[in-house]
T-cell receptor, first 114, second 112 residues
Framework: DVKVTQSSRYLVKRTGEKVFLECVQD?????MFWYRQDPGLGLRLIYF???????EKGDIPEGYSVSREKKERFSLILESASTNQTSMYLC?????????????FGEGSRLTVL | GNSVTQMEGPVTLSEEAFLTINCTYT??????LFWYVQYPGEGLQLLLK?????DKGSNKGFEATYRKETTSFHLEKGSVQVSDSAVYFC???????????FGRGTSLIVHP
C-alpha cells in the first residue's frame, strides 16, 4: 500500500522554538509538497520540491524553509515558530515521470504554537 | 493565472438525498480536473479525475463531467450516505505543470 507518512500527528510548541515537520514517501516520487490548511482558506502551498536538493517557493513561503537531502524525505522547518503558524500541515507527493497529476497526501500534522 | 471556484459550504443533506457540489475553473489550455475528498482527521485522497473535455470521472457512486464550454466540473452523487460526510476539493492541473490549483473546499454533512 502506497504511503506518505508524516512523523507527528499533533505538536505543541512555544513561540520562538524551531520546529521540524518530517515527511517520508515510499513511492519513489520525484515531486513533494508542503501545504498548510486553514478553515476558510483551503490549501495553500508553502514549498515544492521536484528533485533532491531542489526546491521552489509556493504561495506562502515566509517563515518557512525546507530540506530535501534524500528523494523519499521532505522536511518543513519553522525557524522561529509564531502563533500565526498554528495550522494543519499536509505533505504530499506525486510522480514526475508519469505526471498523472494525482497527489498522494499524508494524514497531516496539526501544529499549535503557544 | 489558474483558479478554481467551489460553492461555499457547509452543504447539509439527509441520507439518500441527491448531491451536487459546483466547481468552475479558469485555466489556460486544457487542464486535467480532479476531485479530492478529505475525511475527518485524514489527509486528502483522490476521488475521481478527468483529463479531457466531455470525459466523465466516476468512483464510489460519485460522478463529474469535464465541461469545457462552461468551464465546470460539478460533483454529483445520486444518494448520499452518512459516511460521505467529508470536505471535497476541486482541483486542476495545467499541462506541463506539476503543481495543482485547489479550490477552497466544500464541507458536506449528511444526517441519518
Amino acid at each position: 500500500d502506497v504511503k506518505v507518512t508524516q512523523s507527528s500527528r499533533y505538536l505543541v510548541k512555544r513561540t520562538g522554538e524551531k520546529v521540524f515537520l518530517e515527511c517520508v514517501q515510499d513511492m519513489d516520487h520525484e515531486n513533494m509538497f508542503w501545504y498548510r490548511q486553514d478553515p476558510g482558506l483551503g490549501l495553500r502551498l508553502i514549498y515544492f520540491s521536484y528533485d533532491v536538493k531542489m526546491k521552489e517557493k509556493g504561495d506562502i513561503p515566509e517563515g518557512y524553509s525546507v530540506s530535501r537531502e534524500k528523494k523519499e524525505r521532505f522536511s518543513l522547518i519553522l525557524e522561529s515558530a509564531s502563533t500565526n503558524q498554528t495550522s494543519m500541515y499536509l505533505c504530499a507527493s506525486s510522480s514526475g515521470s508519469t505526471n498523472t497529476g494525482e497527489l498522494f497526501f499524508g494524514e497531516g500534522s496539526r501544529l499549535t504554537v503557544l | 493565472g489558474n483558479s478554481v471556484t467551489q460553492m461555499e459550504g457547509p452543504v447539509t443533506l439527509s441520507e439518500e438525498a441527491f448531491l451536487t457540489i459546483n466547481c468552475t475553473y479558469t485555466a489556460t489550455g486544457y487542464p486535467s480536473l480532479f476531485w479530492y475528498v478529505q475525511y475527518p482527521g485524514e489527509g486528502l485522497q483522490l476521488l475521481l479525475k478527468a483529463t479531457k473535455a466531455d470525459d466523465k470521472g466516476s468512483n464510489k457512486g460519485f460522478e463529474a463531467t469535464y465541461r469545457k464550454e462552461t468551464t465546470s466540473f460539478h460533483l454529483e452523487k445520486g444518494s448520499v450516505q452518512v459516511s460521505d460526510s467529508a470536505v471535497y476539493f476541486c482541483a486542476l492541473l495545467s499541462g506541463g505543470s506539476y503543481i495543482p490549483t485547489f479550490g477552497r473546499g466544500t464541507s458536506l454533512i449528511v444526517h441519518p
